[in-house]
Nanobody, 118 residues
Framework: QVQLVDSGGGLVQPGGSLRLACAASGSLDSLADMGWYRQAPGKQRELVAT????????SVNSGRFSISRVYHNANQQTLYLQMSSLTPEDTAVYSC???????????WGQGTQVTVSS
């Protein structure tokens, strides 16, 4: 079993930065790719960034969003999403996810609201 807990969202002014965190715990050796999605009101869910088990990263906007991971021990790690030069169009609920290595199951964090507004 795996648990994902998202945090770090909030209100930020345009042009500002924010770092989101996803605390992952449990049977982490059962996980494959991890990453972040976001969903704005009235819009479809959008993939923001991914990181593979080998640490290869990808982002839809690598100039402003970067993903990283810190291993704490065999059963705990934290996934980060560093966001910069934020615009109101980045306003959304951001959720981390983790794919199971052995099944089609996907684990999800509860989401954290990011609001970019002056």
């Amino acid at each position: 079993q795996v648990q994902l807990v998202d945090s770090g969202g909030g209100l930020v002014q345009p042009g500002g930065s924010l770092r989101l965190a996803c605390a992952a715990s449990g049977s982490l050796d059962s996980l494959a790719d991890m990453g972040w999605y976001r969903q704005a009101p009235g819009k479809q869910r959008e993939l923001v960034a991914t990181i593979t088990t080998r640490g290869t990263t990808d982002s839809v906007n690598s100039g402003r969003f970067s993903i990283s991971r810190v291993y704490h021990n065999a059963n705990q790690q934290t996934l980060y999403l560093q966001m910069s030069s934020l615009t109101p169009e980045d306003t959304a609920v951001y959720s981390c996810y983790a794919e199971s290595r052995w099944t089609t199951h996907t684990y999800w964090g509860q989401g954290t609201q990011v609001t970019v507004s002056s």
